[in-house]
């Protein structure tokens, strides 16, 4: 295996599956037996997963909300498919533990580092919830955010394209994919990767970015196994 522990980012959109809103079940389920199987081969599991099927703060603010009270409601969004990723991963009996930033104590556990890290060493799938707990910070700064201060080997960006790529894939048929570049030529050639923020933090400490596309059915399990799959951004 190529990875010990990893922290997983998982978009909020793409729990929606074909729907316009909320959760497909049939994604959900998807993806928990894509992470069963890799926790099945003893690597330890972190998750962070965006709230943008229910709620994105800059979207409210866009409409006039204030953005604090929207990016409030956003990392609450981040905690309900936290719940509804935790059930699914339960339901293939696979152990979990929900950590928030913001504390919802009936509902979960406080985050706790060194809890945390007990959880993943004890095999059990970790997802953090709530974001960093602070407005104006993405879902994807909080992996990056989380990935350090756990300690993992990588942080993988399921997305719905399949790597990074010169142009927009979605717009330009030429395109050509990168299978690996690094943090500086990210940078100089002006692609996007993540907010500069996530991407920062992640560029200072040494943290690779893979991205890649969790939607095809065996990429999580290929990737960890050592396979090129997706980007790789690094030193
Ligand atoms: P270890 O005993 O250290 O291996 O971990 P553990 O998570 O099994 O122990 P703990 O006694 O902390 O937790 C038992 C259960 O209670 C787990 O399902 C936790 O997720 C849950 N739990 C622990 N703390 C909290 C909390 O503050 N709020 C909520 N809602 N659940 C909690």
Request: charged share 25%.
């Amino acid at each position: 295996m190529q990875y010990k522990r990893i922290l997983l980012k998982l978009s909020g959109e793409a729990l929606m599956g074909d729907r316009q809103y909320g959760i497909d079940p049939k994604r959900l389920e998807e993806y928990a037996k894509e992470i069963k199987e890799v926790v099945e081969k003893g690597i330890q599991v972190a998750i962070v997963i965006g709230g943008g099927n229910i709620f994105r703060g800059v979207a409210g603010a866009s409409n006039g909300m204030d953005r604090v009270q929207g990016d409030h409601m956003g990392m609450l969004a981040t905690c309900i498919n936290g719940l509804a990723l935790q059930s699914a991963l339960e339901d293939q009996d696979v152990h979990t533990r929900l950590q928030t930033a913001l504390e919802i104590k009936e509902v979960a556990e406080p985050y706790i580092k060194r809890k945390a890290i007990r959880h993943l060493e004890k095999g059990r799938v970790v997802i953090f919830g709530a974001g960093t707990g602070n407005p104006y910070f993405t879902t994807d700064t909080a992996a990056v955010l989380r990935a350090i201060e756990i300690n993992a080997d990588a942080i993988l960006k399921g997305t719905r394209v399949d790597g990074v790529y010169n142009a927009d894939p979605e717009k330009d048929k030429n395109a050509v994919k990168f299978d690996s570049i690094s943090f500086k030529d990210v940078i100089t050639k002006g692609l996007k990767v993540m907010d500069m923020t996530a991407f920062t933090l992640s560029e200072e400490n040494k943290l690779p970015i893979i991205i890649f596309d969790m939607n095809k059915v065996g990429n999580l399990m290929k990737l960890v196994s050592g396979e090129k799959i997706g980007t790789v951004v690094d030193v």
